[in-house]
């Protein structure tokens, strides 16, 4: 009797399994063959909505006063080999950057923003200690001076 019950028992969970798939291939199916308007969703664009206007690709200029913190330094030989393989490698990365049209211009501009930040921390890894000393002191000064400029100037009486 025993056997016979616990034999009931494990048609009924082999049932409910059995019930239970049916029942997601008979959702997926039901879906994948629902028309996209009766999920309300549609390809052709509505007449309000226009597509997104693709974003320049002209590559964003540098702040021309970030490049002076390394200009004036005196490089190696081994530096200036060094310093130029990762121009040339953060270049390609670049061009790639602005010719990929999935990019909107945000994207492109961040990403672009980040390239140069990362290529100028590689570029500043190869100077010597006394290098980034004098470009640190080089950005130090540059920041004091932004900060003044943004300073209100104190009203006249």
Known sequence: ????????????????????????AAGFFFLCTVP?????????????????????????????SKGDDFAGLKYTDEQKEKIQEIHQNFKSRMDDVVKDKKLTADQRDAM????VRMERGQVYNVL??????????????????????????PPKK
């Not at 616990?6 to 048609?11: A, N, Q, S, T």
């Not at 672009?112 to 390239?115: F, K, T, V």
């Not at 010597?128 to 100037?153: C, D, L, M």
């Open 36 to 64: 996209e308007s009766a999920r309300g969703q549609s390809n052709t664009p509505s007449p309000e909505s226009t597509p997104p206007k693709p974003a320049p690709v002209a590559r964003t200029r540098r702040v021309p």
């Open 128 to 153: 010597t200690p006394e290098q980034q000393k004098e470009v640190r002191e080089r950005i130090r000064a540059r920041r004091v001076a932004e900060q003044e400029a943004k300073k209100p100037s």
């Open 112 to 115: 672009l923003e980040g390239y």
């Open 1 to 24: 009797m025993k056997k016979h019950t616990e034999f009931v028992k494990g048609m009924r969970m082999n049932r409910k399994r059995f019930a239970r798939g049916v029942a997601v």
